[in-house]
């Protein structure tokens, strides 16, 4: 089974603060994703990557940049939190080929508070 | 961009069919549709998908009509476990790649 999973279940920052959301998979996927989720929203495209160091914004990057220097591992950073980015943070992956058509895996996600 | 609508909620019962629909109206010739499911304190797990006519799994059925401008997923015999949130999702790599997910539709499985 695929599993991906994220650094941390829970998390609280204060504004400001710079943040790191880590996510890894273990199925050799060449796609990466992050979203954030809130209430009445649904899921929200911030980034995502289809290989090594290759990013592509996606619906909502304002406020957000990546990283992904190893295959496995696709990070989503918060130069400067506010408290408009309170949310619940899901990475996900996928196979090769055409990177939203594959099926993607979600990690459980991280809720992120900002005070 | 083709934005996606679905009904916010919806409630059933055990054994009963279940449908929902979600609205893509702007959806582009090489976009696929996908749904997912997701339950609480977990992230979203693949379904279905589909491009056109009919799709059928183990778990459920997409039903596309020839426009492609809506999608049915058809959930047979619902149980308390299938209460979920169920995201239609609209997209493909064209364009410099969009992703739309739907909002969700929580529904809600009594016995």
């Known amino acids: 089974d695929v599993k991906v999973t994220q650094s941390s279940r829970y998390l609280v920052k204060r504004t400001g603060e710079k943040v790191f959301l880590e996510c890894v998979q273990d199925m050799d996927h060449e796609n990466m994703f992050w979203y954030r989720q809130d209430p009445g929203l649904g899921l929200r495209l911030i980034y995502f990557?289809?290989?090594?160091?290759?990013?592509e914004k996606g619906d909502i990057p304002e406020g957000y940049s990546v990283s992904r220097e190893k295959k496995e591992r696709f990070s989503l950073i918060l130069e400067s939190a506010s408290t408009n980015q309170t949310s619940m943070y899901l990475c996900?992956?996928?196979?090769?080929?055409?990177?939203?058509?594959?099926?993607?895996?979600f990690g459980p996600g991280t809720r992120l508070l900002v005070l | 961009l083709a934005k996606t609508t679905q009904p916010i909620s919806m409630d059933s019962y055990e054994g009963q069919e279940v449908n929902i629909t979600c609205s893509h109206n702007n959806i582009a010739t090489n976009d696929y549709i996908t749904w997912y499911q997701q339950f609480p304190s977990q992230g979203p797990r693949f379904i279905i998908q589909g491009y056109k006519t009919k799709v059928t799994n183990e778990v459920a059925s997409l039903f596309i009509p020839a426009d492609r401008k809506s999608s049915t997923l058809s959930l047979p015999r619902v149980s308390l476990s299938d209460t979920a949130v169920y995201y239609c999702l609209v997209g493909s790599d064209n364009q410099g790649g969009k992703l739309i997910f739907g909002q969700g539709t929580e529904l809600s499985v009594k016995p």
């Open positions: 996900a992956s996928s196979g090769g080929g055409a990177a939203f058509q594959e099926t993607q895996y």
């Open positions: 990557s289809y290989d090594v160091k290759m990013k």
